[in-house]
């Protein structure tokens, strides 16, 4: 298995210095070059978890394994898409996809890494420009190549398209599965939209409402493109909206009752 997560569990403490647990017993097994998406209230950790698959924070107990390794800190195998493009707005597109490069290799090879990333996002004519000459889909498209030309076996991706208007999230999909195609990562993607999990996904992680928990790995069985079985599609969606909708009820009772009770 590429990637095992086994019993994991996170705790924060509050202001108050109770713990708090935000993701109890979590336990997912991952292929290598499986795209999964990680679906659920808001709440309910999706973003801790890829964070801590990161190695950017910390686990409380249990264990994450990539490839026969326990992950404890951030690493090369793993690339980051946030939800915002998150871009040094002094250089150039060109420059910001070199950036994370420059340790790595001379100058040259960089800036070939970082064209022919910049090429398969197709932005191939707006090297020079800067991010605030961009449209936010071009930004995160430059992000994306930015994660890509450091070459990860996996990438993880919170929320890439969350800020930006549906026109533009659905020509994304398209270039992100295009580039999933091409380069077999294995993708780790949080969202909140059941059709852009649906569209995009192997598979389906559906999480409950805090502490987060893994409610069902639902297998997206649907030939690629998808847009030609929207019916497969709808009975997909209105599987997992089933599981969505018990979740979010619990969560606007528990708000009703806090202001209830305040």
Not at 64 to 86: H, L
Not at 157 to 173: I, K, S, V, W, Y
């Amino acid at each position: 298995m590429f990637i095992s997560i086994n019993q994991l569990n996170k705790q924060f403490t509050d202001k108050n210095g109770n713990p708090s647990t935000v993701l109890k017993d979590i336990n997912l097994a991952i292929e290598k070059g499986e795209f999964v998406s990680i679906l659920g209230p808001s709440g309910c950790g999706k973003s801790t978890l890829l964070s801590i698959v990161a190695g950017l924070t910390d686990v409380t107990s249990g264990e994450i394994i990539v490839d026969g390794t326990k992950i404890t800190k951030p690493g090369k195998d793993r690339g980051m898409v946030f939800q915002q493009a998150a871009l040094f707005p002094w250089i150039n597109v060109l420059e910001n996809v070199m950036f994370p490069l420059k340790k790595e290799m001379s100058k040259k090879e960089a800036t070939d890494q970082a064209k022919k990333y910049l090429k398969m996002v197709q932005l191939s004519n707006y090297l020079e420009h800067y991010p605030h000459e961009l449209s936010g889909g071009m930004q995160q498209r430059v992000a994306i190549a930015r994660a890509l030309a450091m070459d990860p076996d996996i990438l993880l991706m919170d929320e890439p398209f969350g800020a930006l208007d549906e026109q533009t999230r659905t020509r994304l999909h398209d270039q992100l599965e295009d580039i999933w195609t091409e380069t077999k990562k294995t993708v780790l993607f949080v969202t909140h939209s059941i059709s852009e999990s649906i569209k995009l996904s192997d598979r389906i992680i559906v999480m409950g409402t805090r502490p987060g928990t893994v409610l069902t790995d639902i297998k997206v069985d649907i030939p690629r493109p998808r847009s030609e079985h929207k019916d497969k599609m709808i009975e997909i969606e209105e599987h997992v909206m089933g599981y969505l909708k018990k979740e979010i009820d619990k969560v606007v009772s528990e708000e009703l009752n806090h202001e209830t009770s305040v």
